[in-house]
């Protein structure tokens, strides 16, 4: 079949979506952290704002 993906493969926009889920997951815990231990909580709201935008963007 033309534009068949190999058995098992992952598209490349999926692969890269993840990689961008992750990433943000990650940015938030950091911040979430950074706020509990410096009480500044605005590196939290921009990396949930980010991630949340981020996922919106990218579900279907």
Not at 30 to 37: D, I, K, V
């Amino acid at each position: 079949m033309v534009g068949a993906t190999t058995s098992g493969a992952t598209p490349l926009g999926e692969r890269i979506e993840l990689v961008l889920l992750g990433l943000g997951t990650l940015a938030t815990v950091a911040a979430a952290y950074h706020a509990g231990t410096t009480g500044n909580w605005m590196p939290l709201m921009i990396a949930s704002v980010a991630t949340g935008t981020l996922v919106a963007l990218t579900s279907r």
